[in-house]
């Protein structure tokens, strides 16, 4: 099973919004609510943003949105701060057989 | 708070095996599927295996299917990958993670760094 698509960077100046896109399949991101994004700081872990295409976790800023339209998902990070300079990451479901597929990542960079 | 620490990495000639354990608290362990994801240097994320909160169903990735085993003991708390045939290309960080249902992964462990080289 292929990676999902995201773009391999992105970029905006503080206090703007940039949108990160995962395109999958029907198989995966459009066949299913459980698109996942995650961010991820140089040497560190990876840390959950968004579950089931539009829920953020508790302590997760609402800068921070999602939605999902066909096999693309979306994530919007609004007013951009120097702390939002990271790797980010889309998954989803994709059947029993594959479970989890991400993609490729975006490194976002805070001009 | 949720911790989970992962042990067992190394470095290993081409073929031989290795067994990763991630040692999980501060939640339910039993209640709750669990999973690795690997990252290979200057590399994304690659989800690897994962398995359901009693064990019983157990998932792999393409690449490591046949190779690798997933299991946990619910009484220690711990969830292991048995890795088998290893290649160079299976270098890479593998993190331990919690699922939160629907595929998401909301805890994760710190990383335990194999590598296999000759």
């Known amino acids: 099973q292929s990676a999902l698509t995201q773009p391999p960077s992105a970029s905006g100046s503080p206090g703007q919004s940039v949108t990160i896109s995962c395109t999958g399949t029907?198989?995966?991101?459009?066949?299913?609510?459980?698109v996942s994004w995650y961010q991820q700081h140089p040497g560190k872990a990876p840390k959950l943003l968004i579950f089931?295409?539009?829920k953020r976790p508790s302590g997760v800023p609402y800068r921070f949105s999602a939605s999902k339209s066909g096999n693309t998902a979306s994530l919007t990070v609004s007013g951009l701060q120097a702390e939002d300079e990271a790797d980010y990451y889309c998954?989803?479901?994709?059947?029993?057989?594959?479970?989890?597929?991400f993609g490729g990542g975006t490194k976002l960079t805070v001009l | 708070q949720v911790q989970m620490v992962g042990s067992g990495g190394g470095v290993v000639p081409p073929g031989r095996s290795l067994r990763l354990s991630c040692a999980a608290s501060?939640?339910?362990?039993?209640?709750?599927?669990m999973h690795w994801v690997r990252q290979a240097p200057g590399k994304g994320l690659e989800w690897v295996s994962g398995?359901?909160?009693?064990?019983?169903?157990?998932y792999y990735g393409d690449s490591v299917r046949g190779r690798f085993t997933i299991s946990r003991d619910n009484s220690k708390n711990t969830v292991f990958l048995q890795m088998n045939s290893l290649r160079a290309e299976d270098t890479a960080l593998y993190y331990c993670?919690?699922?939160?249902?629907?595929?998401?992964?909301?805890?994760w462990g710190q990383g335990t760094q194999v590598t296999v080289s000759s």
């Open positions: 398995l359901s909160y009693d064990g019983s169903e157990t």
């Open positions: 029907s198989s995966d991101v459009g066949g299913y609510d459980y």
């Open positions: 089931e295409v539009n």
């Open positions: 998954s989803s479901y994709a059947g029993i057989s594959n479970f989890v597929i």
């Open positions: 501060g939640f339910i362990f039993s209640s709750f599927g």
């Open positions: 993670a919690k699922e939160n249902g629907g595929s998401s992964l909301d805890f």
